[in-house]
């Protein structure tokens, strides 16, 4: 670790989050410490990661993960590395808890995302099907995040946009769905804030300015697309094509950049179902 990169993580620090000030200096090489020279306190190199306080080599750690994260059988990580298999599950709740950590921290912050794209996956797993609803902002294919849910419903869908709504600005917004009627309710009562008038009582709530919602609605017979329609439930024609424009250029209105995000599922779905 790089002490002139990193910061104390002591919270009651009055140079925590504070980089490349000098503050952090090395306690001991050997054992990978560090000490803040505002605080006092001395912290370990692994702090705040997944490998913190693990006995096991981080090469060895970061193995197990990822055969994991590739759908590798926990039995058969046990039977080569000779690991306990609540050993096994414990790295992959803190790799878990870590990643949605660092997501939290580093995509989880106010930008003009101008289209979002969100869709569901239907997927398989030891001991039932789980659905993963995810979204993606289409003019950078930065991964938004995703939510796990036994059923396909409203809550499903709400607390999809509620990470969404954590990543965008109230700028001109366009969501690109699926046919799934949830999304049109999650979107109107998710993007909205109170209207402050000072008044005793409950505010009314006031709807985010230029959220466009389009809709790709595909038909099928004996489990084939036989047929797809595009419609557009809120905003104008022209709103939407301009918007669909800056964000992705030529083409027309669909949530087909959603299936790169594929590699995430495996992961995050392997971490929330428990496996």
Same mark, same amino acid.
């Given at each position: 670790?790089?002490?002139?990169?990193?910061? +104390?993580?002591?919270?009651? +620090?009055?140079?925590?989050?504070?980089?490349?000030?000098?503050?952090?200096?090395?306690?001991?090489?050997?054992?990978?410490?560090?000490? +803040?020279?505002?605080?006092?306190?001395?912290?370990?190199? !692994?702090?705040?990661?997944?490998?913190?306080?693990?006995?096991?080599?981080?090469?060895? %750690?970061?193995?197990?993960?990822?055969l994991l994260a590739h759908g590798c059988p926990p039995q058969a990580i046990v039977a080569a590395y000779g690991l306990d298999e609540r050993t096994v599950a414990s790295w992959l709740a803190r790799a878990g808890s870590h990643s949605q950590a660092v997501h939290e921290h580093l995509v989880e912050q106010p930008r003009d995302?101008?289209?979002? #794209?969100?869709?569901?996956?239907?997927?398989?797993?030891?001991?039932?099907?789980?659905?993963?609803?995810?979204?993606?902002?289409?003019?950078?294919?930065?991964?938004?995040?995703?939510?796990?849910?036994?059923?396909?419903?409203?809550?499903?869908?709400?607390?999809? /946009?509620?990470?969404?709504?954590?990543?965008?600005?109230?700028?001109?917004?366009?969501?690109?769905?699926?046919?799934?009627?949830?999304?049109?309710?999650?979107?109107?009562?998710?993007?909205?804030?109170?209207?402050? !008038?000072?008044?005793?009582?409950?505010?009314?709530?006031?709807?985010?300015?230029?959220?466009?919602?389009?809709?790709?609605?595909?038909?099928? #017979?004996?489990?084939?697309? %036989?047929?797809? !329609?595009?419609?557009?439930?809120?905003?104008?024609?022209?709103?939407?094509?301009?918007?669909?424009?800056?964000?992705?250029?030529?083409?027309?209105?669909?949530?087909?950049?959603?299936?790169?995000?594929?590699?995430? /599922?495996?992961?995050? !779905?392997?971490?929330?179902?428990?496996?």
């Amino acid at each position: 670790m790089d002490p002139t990169q990193a910061f +104390c993580p002591n919270l009651d +620090c009055p140079a925590r989050g504070q980089r490349g000030k000098g503050t952090i200096g090395i306690h001991s090489r050997k054992e990978g410490r560090f000490r +803040c020279r505002q605080c006092g306190k001395t912290f370990a190199a !692994t702090t705040g990661t997944a490998w913190y306080r693990l006995r096991t080599a981080a090469e060895v %750690v970061g193995i197990v993960v990822t055969l994991l994260a590739h759908g590798c059988p926990p039995q058969a990580i046990v039977a080569a590395y000779g690991l306990d298999e609540r050993t096994v599950a414990s790295w992959l709740a803190r790799a878990g808890s870590h990643s949605q950590a660092v997501h939290e921290h580093l995509v989880e912050q106010p930008r003009d995302l101008g289209q979002v #794209q969100a869709d569901e996956l239907r997927v398989k797993r030891q001991g039932g099907v789980v659905w993963m609803a995810m979204a993606m902002m289409v003019s950078t294919r930065l991964w938004l995040g995703g939510v796990v849910s036994e059923r396909r419903d409203l809550p499903l869908i709400r607390a999809l /946009l509620a990470r969404v709504r954590r990543c965008a600005l109230a700028r001109p917004l366009l969501f690109c769905t699926e046919g799934l009627c949830s999304y049109v309710r999650a979107i109107r009562e998710t993007f909205r804030e109170p209207l402050q !008038t000072g008044k005793p009582g409950r505010p009314r709530w006031r709807a985010w300015k230029n959220i466009l919602i389009a809709q790709v609605i595909k038909r099928s #017979q004996k489990r084939r697309v %036989v047929a797809v !329609t595009h419609r557009i439930v809120q905003g104008t024609r022209r709103q939407v094509a301009r918007l669909r424009r800056r964000s992705q250029g030529a083409g027309v209105i669909n949530t087909a950049y959603i299936g790169v995000s594929v590699l995430f /599922l495996k992961f995050h !779905t392997v971490v929330k179902s428990g496996r």
